[in-house]
Nanobody, 121 residues
């Protein structure tokens, strides 16, 4: 069993900063890509940022230059530093971890429960 738990988020004024963290735990053999997605009510979940185990990153165009993703492989954690936040960044942010478990030789994507980020104008 694998658990993915986010922390951070909250309410911030436009132009401010917030940090999100996420940890994957359980019967983990290895963690490949980790990342963040976001979703507004009635809309599809969209990519925010991804990071591979080797540190390669990929960002949505809307957050490039403002958000920074990082990870600690030893702790199976991923972080998202969000600067220069805009009202349109308001969403529920979900952590994703692509995990290979001890009991399976196949990778599977696990999701966190989501954390709310609200940016006021």
């Amino acid at each position: 069993q694998v658990q993915v738990v986010e922390s951070g988020g909250g309410l911030v004024q436009a132009g401010g900063s917030l940090s999100l963290s996420c940890v994957a735990s359980g019967s983990i053999l290895s963690v490949a890509t980790m990342g963040w997605y976001r979703q507004a009510p009635g809309k599809e979940r969209e990519l925010v940022a991804l990071i591979t185990a080797s540190g390669d990153t990929n960002y949505a165009d809307s957050v490039k230059g403002r958000f920074t993703i990082s990870r600690d492989n030893a702790k199976n954690t991923v972080h998202l530093r969000m600067n220069s936040l805009k009202p349109e960044d308001t969403d529920v942010y979900y952590c994703m971890a692509n995990v290979r478990t001890v009991s399976s030789m196949l990778n599977r994507v696990y999701w966190g429960q989501g954390t709310q980020v609200t940016v006021s104008s």
